[in-house]
């Protein structure tokens, strides 16, 4: 009995939730993060890798052949 009872409560908590998401559809979380904003790439101008355009030095380097 406990169990039937237990199920019972289950569905009508499901039942009253489905209820208020569609009276108040504000409550609803927004759906998923804001797009991440990428980045142009660009490639060294030594060895060829493409890597973000603001990690390049002045001359078109990466950071690894400025060294």
Excluded at 31 to 52: H, S
Aim: proline share 10%; charged share 20%.
């Amino acid at each position: 009995m406990s169990l039937l009872r237990i199920l019972l409560i289950l569905a009508a908590a499901y039942i009253a939730w489905r209820l208020l998401q569609r009276l108040f559809p504000g409550l609803q979380p927004p759906p998923g993060r804001p797009p991440r904003e990428f980045e142009t790439m660009a490639r060294c101008t030594k060895c060829g890798t493409y890597v973000p355009q603001g990690t390049l030095n002045s001359r078109g380097l990466c950071g690894r052949c400025a060294e």
